[in-house]
């Protein structure tokens, strides 16, 4: 039976202030709150309430046989608990039901697997803990930020317990092979992978309302065909998207929303059914793929170029990521909750030439000028904990010395103690 | 397709953008191998570049009839004209310019600057375009600037070809509002009657249409292009411990040098390791002066005066930021220049270069804070300076011309009856 694996990313970050050079040193405090609000408000009214409104609808009224996954970041999970809380609960609601699947994926929808295995790991483990505590279960499958993957990230992320990774479809590792598989590990024999179809991904969010496009207008009648007139044997059809594809992207008048309440009925009359990433993931890969460069879900080329690609990204994150080790040893709140705000990869994209859609500011010279900024404050507030005079290893030692101190000393006493007794007993 | 030019300045002898500009987009029309350019100048000194067009010198075109002979004339003006032009010209007089002072060749003497008399100048080139307009075959006429409007509007009505005029700058970027009202009247009659107006910038184009009434159908933008520096290559950066930012230009309220002068200390307050350079002169230099040592800064900011020729590339490539704080620029070559050399540009948003630049900092000429930052970033984080200095110089380099000259082409052809 052929199935459709739905996943919706819901992602926002934060967005940043104007901070000027001058502030460096001066002011901690990099987010302008007003625009955050504004942004999630927006989301969250034409976009996350209503489409969550259907797909509860969908599920009830199909008993269950809808079903779908999200991938939510962390810090749009924090500015939904701040300034939309109701969404919470709507997502709550939706994960009671049992048909939804949440999925794990780094913290901070960080470039953090590609600059540092701990950092990773810690967020993915945040994620986790974070998911479990609002909607009470706990991730299965796995997805990075961007579908970032390569053969040897899979290695860290199964040893982390997920061997369902979600990736992306991109020709260059797919050759001719059909996205419309579930795929294994080149030599990870447990690790499943997932890839993303993104032709039919794209219709929904880039063509729907476009009607220079040849398939216009794009029905759920029609959508649902093309799933049904592909080859037999190709069962799996990995659909995944922004959710602001849904009312933001794709406006409401352009009738978004009754294409998506419209898909299980077309589905269930061609015998198509519906299924979430873990499930999917349930059965024998038909063969293996390999991807020794990490790719993504990025523009034509699927690489990292949209967040790496230039001279400005790469000093930016070069300069984020050489204190990563000293901020996971500190323990100051502020600190660490900014650490994980300012490594999105958002940030790092308004800083690209050619892919900077969404920023907030004029250039990527501008993007540039304001984070590097930003992140030099932030450094200053590292080496105020930890000096960068004092390497690493020396400043493990020193921790060690100290959080070890209370134990040290009442070990010294005990021997000081039982010389004693020694003393009086002679 | 022939094309009759009226300009006023011509390199090498030139005294502001105008010739640059003019000279640029001639030589990228000559591009065109069916267009045929003659440009027409007040006062040539027989060593500008020919090898394109056909520059004829005002100062050599008879208004009056005279006699005079052969040898006289090859003695005059035998060094900008052949003597038989000369009598050819002279047999297409058709009308009485007797009031006009002419030498013994019927010739009227231009300054070819700007001098107090400029009026009574350019009412004079309004006479030789006659001479001109009754002697030469053209398709269309097109006027550099207010200078020459009257000049091309004269040979219009004459010939009945189209005219269309080149606006590089209008009284308001010069004046920032406080128009001069005979060069007011001079700018509106030309912009009234030309058959296309093109401006520098679409900042132009926006105040030709609401300033001067015009209709937006017939106005048109072509963007500035920039000639390549010969052996840009050789002008290398004298390594130094200290950063260097540079504003270059007329030290004037147009130019906003007062901005550039706040932003320095914002600078300064954070860092020391930079100092400010102020090259040019203008009626604002004492007060800038005067302003740098009020906030203390005296000691980092230096004026050195007015630059020339090589020594601007210098003083360019020696910079590790350019600065053009300008409140109005029509264009603005000189980030383009500075770009050239690898060097990354600060400019205003209210600059009409800011329209075609994607890799060098626009901010407002008011905001001094989004200045200082951008200053102190390209200072202080090498990666942004690395990466403005080879894109710029990359981009840059692609803004030619003979791109700019096609644009004029299909203006000519779209007006050519």
């Not at chain 2, 011509?10 to 003659?38: C, K, N, V, W």
């Not at chain 2, 409007?149 to 004459?158: D, E, N, R, S, T």
């Not at chain 2, 001079?186 to 926006?206: F, P, Q, W, Y």
Request: glycine share 6%.
């Amino acid at each position: 039976m052929k199935k459709i694996n739905f996943y919706f990313q819901v992602h926002s970050p934060y967005v940043l202030r104007r901070y000027r050079f001058f502030e460096i040193g001066n002011d901690h405090y990099y987010y302008d709150d007003f625009a955050s609000e504004n942004t999630i408000r927006e989301l969250v009214d034409k976009s996350y309430l209503p489409a969550n409104a259907i797909i509860a609808d969908l599920i009830k009224n199909t008993n269950g046989k809808f079903r779908c996954g999200f991938s939510i970041s962390g810090p749009t999970l924090e500015q939904l608990e701040q300034y939309a809380p109701e969404v919470i609960d709507s997502f709550r609601a939706l994960a009671d039901t049992g048909c939804v699947e949440f999925l794990a994926e780094p913290y901070a929808h960080s470039l953090s697997a590609m600059f540092n295995d701990k950092e990773f790991e810690l967020q993915v483990k945040k994620h986790s803990a974070k998911i479990v505590e609002l909607f009470g279960k706990k991730p299965t499958a796995f997805r990075n930020a961007e579908l970032i993957y390569s053969d040897e990230m899979a290695e860290k992320i199964s040893k982390l317990g997920y061997n369902t990774i979600l990736i992306e479809g991109a020709k260059h590792i797919l050759g001719w092979k059909s996205p419309n598989y579930v795929y294994g590990h080149p030599y990870l024999p447990k690790v499943r992978l997932l890839t993303r179809n993104f032709t039919m991904s794209n219709h929904i969010p880039f063509q729907f309302s476009d009607t220079s496009w040849s398939e216009y207008p794009l029905t759920a009648d029609k959508f649902t065909q093309w799933i049904a007139d592909a080859p037999a044997e190709e069962e799996l059809f990995n659909i995944w998207l922004g959710y602001e594809a849904f009312g933001i992207i794709q406006k409401d008048y352009t009738g978004i929303f009754e294409f998506l309440k419209a898909l299980p009925e077309q589905a269930f009359k061609r015998g198509i059914g519906f299924t979430t990433p873990s499930e999917a993931a349930k059965t024998t890969p038909i063969d293996t793929l390999t991807s020794p460069y990490p790719l993504s879900w990025s523009g034509e080329e699927k690489d990292l170029s949209p967040w790496m690609g230039n001279q400005l990204q790469e000093e930016a994150l070069n300069k984020l990521y050489s204190v990563a080790e000293r901020v996971n040893l500190c323990k100051e709140k502020a600190l660490k909750r900014d650490w994980l705000t300012i490594q999105c990869t958002d940030y790092m994209r308004y800083m690209s030439f050619k892919n900077a859609w969404g920023s907030t500011f004029d250039s990527p010279y501008d993007a540039f000028t304001n984070y590097m900024n930003i992140l030099a404050d932030f450094l200053l507030r590292v080496d105020a904990e930890y000096p960068t005079s004092i390497e690493n290893e020396e400043l493990n030692e020193l921790l060690k010395t100290i959080n070890d101190q209370e134990k040290t000393i009442s070990e010294q006493e005990e021997i000081i103690k039982k010389l004693r007794k020694r003393k009086t007993n002679i | 397709m022939k094309a009759l030019m009226f300009g006023w300045e011509f390199p090498p002898h030139i005294l502001g953008g105008l010739g640059t500009a003019s000279y640029g987009l001639t030589r990228g029309m000559a591009a065109q191998d069916d267009l045929e350019i003659t440009f027409v100048i007040p006062k040539p000194y027989g060593d500008e570049d020919q090898s394109f067009a056909k520059i004829i010198g005002a100062c050599a075109v008879p208004v009056v009839w005279k006699e005079t002979s052969r040898e006289r004339v090859q003695e005059c003006i035998g060094h900008i004209m052949n003597p038989d032009e000369f009598f050819y010209y002279r047999d297409h007089i058709r009308y009485d310019f007797r009031r006009i002072w002419t030498n013994d060749l019927g010739c009227i003497e231009f300054s070819g600057r700007y001098p107090d008399n400029l009026v009574q100048e350019i009412g004079n080139y309004e006479a030789v375009a006659s001479v001109l307009a009754h002697s030469l075959d053209f398709d269309v006429i097109h006027s550099h600037d207010w200078l020459t409007y009257p000049a091309g509007i004269f040979a219009k009505q004459i010939s009945g070809k189209p005219l269309v005029i080149h606006v590089h700058a209008t009284d308001f970027d010069r004046s920032r509002g406080n128009v001069n009202p005979t060069v007011y009247s001079i700018e509106r009659r030309g912009m009234d009657i030309a058959d296309h107006i093109i401006c520098v910038s679409n900042l132009t184009r926006k105040t030709v249409i609401e300033k001067y009434g015009q209709d937006p159908s017939k106005v048109s933008t072509v963007h500035n292009a920039v000639d390549p520096i010969p052996n840009a290559e050789s002008y290398k950066k004298t390594p130094r411990k200290e950063k260097l930012v540079t504003f270059l230009g007329r030290i004037t309220m147009q130019k906003g040098p007062e901005y550039f002068v706040e932003a320095a200390s914002r600078v300064l307050a954070r860092t020391k390791n930079v100092r400010f350079v102020m090259a040019g002169n203008g009626d604002m230099m004492n007060a800038m002066i005067d302003l740098a040592a009020s906030r203390g800064i005296a000691d980092r900011f230096h004026f050195p005066g007015f630059l020339k020729g090589a020594q601007v590339h210098q003083m360019l490539a020696d910079s590790d930021v350019y600065i053009m704080p300008s409140v109005s620029e029509p264009f603005g070559i000189s980030p383009l220049e500075a770009m050239q050399v690898g060097t990354p540009s600060i400019i205003s948003k209210q600059s009409g270069c800011a329209e075609i630049l994607n890799n060098a900092i626009k901010t407002d000429y008011w905001d001094i804070d989004a200045m200082a930052d951008a200053i102190y970033s390209i200072v202080e984080y090498p990666a942004i300076y690395q990466t403005l200095s080879e894109e710029g110089r990359k981009e840059v380099n692609a803004i030619t011309w003979d791109k700019a000259g096609l644009k004029v082409r299909e203006i000519y052809d779209r007006v050519k009856r």
